[in-house]
């Protein structure tokens, strides 16, 4: 169900900011839209989900409903805050969005529009699991406002596939894209690699198979064992062997390889895009520093500086709103060396890469070094900025420890 919420001062009860926290108008303000809801709990997964026998008490059929009045509360609040701001991006996660019935989405994203407004040419994006698209939910979400969907392929092969329990028929997944494709959508197929006994050539037929597929984002992501999930107490116990870090190196350098040979573009450590407006641009705004509100049981928000969240459980989301209460468990407020150490974290990990005059000057120092270990593209340094060498993006916690030291 999630890792536990982070420390933090409490949030006050009305969910207002503090008075001198005031929103820059030109930052750009992104929406995310959390479904907590999931068939079946994937053993890897450590995210804030919850299947039906985990519910006790909340609704699915009324989540649409309590989402709106958390929607309806931030107008209040980001009022007071400077002036309300049309969302750029949305996006809807999870879980599984497309569990809801279409129109319950498209309720929620009018209550953004009606309520921020949504700026011309906005990313809307919804997350899917391939069993769940129809061409005709995929031409509702189309009629909507809804831009791209994410598609959670993981992988081509069944055995890993099971290995991770994931449960979508493969097959699934090609007539998911046809759908998307159909209704006008953009496409990303997300792929897991490192699942317990997936080989190397595993990894080639699940990546070759999303390229033929021919979408137009591609994201990649090394599978981390968190605490506390099903696949960690089988680590444990001896039943499955831990991801192998150099098997995941190569996977990560074949995946670089195969993208990049049929025209994907990295552009952040784990994520691909064909030439053109294909990148993520709402996961761009978290890594950029933008401003957003993160609505849902669970879900995190980045408001002028103030970063807040909410109650885990879906009971106790709706329960709070029901009482006319902010579902915000906390709240904290970064200080300047922390939202310096943030930037460089995150600012690293993608194609622009960070200015060096924002390095301080112990940081500034390693630069020559990370250039020496091939960890950081000489050229970009001399013109001024910080950009991962394809050895760098493997090692990028390496390099913001040096950057950081």
Known sequence: MGAALPLGEPAPADGALPPDAVADPATPFGVYLHVPFCRVRCGYCDFNTYTSDELRGARQDQYADTLLREIDLARGVLADAGPVRPATTVFFGGGTPTLLPPGDLARMLDGV????????????????????????????????????????????????????DRTHDPANVASAVAAARGAGLDVSLDLIYGAPGESLDDWRRSVETAVGLGPDHVSAYALIIEDGTKLARQIRRGEVVAPDDD???????????????????????????????HRSRHNL?????????????????????????????????????????????????????????????????????????????????????????????????????????????????????????
């Open 247 to 277: 098997l995941q190196a190569d996977m990560y350098e074949l995946a670089d390889d195969l993208l990049a040979a049929s025209g994907y573009d990295w552009y952040e450590v784990s994520n691909w895009a064909r030439p053109g407006d």
């Open 113 to 164: 529009r009606t309520t921020f407004g949504i700026a011309d040419g906005a990313e809307v994006t919804v997350e899917a699991n391939p069993d769940t698209v129809t061409d005709a939910t995929a031409r509702e979400l189309a009629a909507s406002g809804v831009t791209r969907l994410s598609i959670g392929m993981q992988s081509a092969v069944p055995h890993v596939l099971a290995a991770l």
């Open 285 to 405: 705004a978290y890594w950029q520093g933008h401003d957003w509100w993160g609505f849902g049981p669970g879900a995190h928000s980045h408001i002028a500086g103030v970063r807040f969240w909410n109650v885990k459980h879906p009971a106790a989301y709706a329960q709070r709103l029901a009482a006319g209460e902010s579902p915000a468990a906390g709240r904290e407020r970064p200080d300047a060396a922390a939202r310096a150490l943030e930037g460089i974290l995150l600012r690293t990990r993608i194609r622009e890469g960070l200015p060096v005059s924002e390095l301080l000057g112990e940081g500034r120092h390693a630069v020559a070094a990370l250039i020496a270990d091939g960890l950081v593209e000489g050229p970009a340094a001399l013109h001024g900025r910080i950009v991962l060498t394809r050895r760098g993006r493997l090692l990028a916690d390496a390099v913001v420890r040096a950057l950081t030291d």
